[in-house]
């Protein structure tokens, strides 16, 4: 964490292997992302066995935190995945804190606009587009 950054939290993303109503999925993760239902904001990530995701986004709850500026945000930190655009208008990396995956995004949508894009599934994570930039 660095102290000039401020992280708003996000979401939290929690691995899980049940089936889960109004899931989507990702051929390019090989992952199924499903909203929970609650006023909280928590998504449910069921991975498919030949995922190319790292094994601690796989097996550990992430949160997810808005930065500003994601390069900075970034900057001499151990990535796990990205930095990619997983959604139009919409940047994502993931870092390892100390074995916690911990997700970073800049977007300049409402919460609303950015949660639509999902469900709508508007953007690359969703076209299968091999976009991923990995370690």
């Known amino acids: 964490m660095k102290p000039h950054i401020k992280y708003e939290f996000h979401h939290l993303g929690i691995p899980s292997s049940l089936v889960r109503q109004h899931e989507r999925y990702s051929e390019a993760l090989g992952m199924y992302t499903a909203d929970n239902p609650g006023a909280f904001r928590i998504q449910w990530h ?10 601690l986004l796989r097996t550990l709850p992430h949160p997810a935190f808005k930065v500003a500026n ?14 990619y655009e997983p959604l139009d208008g919409y940047l994502v990396a993931v870092i390892n804190d100390n074995g916690v995956p911990i997700e970073l ?14 469900v709508e599934r508007r953007g690359a994570l969703y076209r299968n587009a091999k976009f991923l930039v990995m370690k």
């Open 70 to 83: 994601l390069q900075e945000a970034i900057f001499c930190e151990e990535l796990l995945l990205g930095p």
């Open 46 to 55: 069921r991975f498919k066995p030949d995922t190319p995701l790292h094994p």
């Open 105 to 118: 995004i800049q977007t300049e949508f409402s919460e609303t606009e950015l949660w639509g894009r999902a």
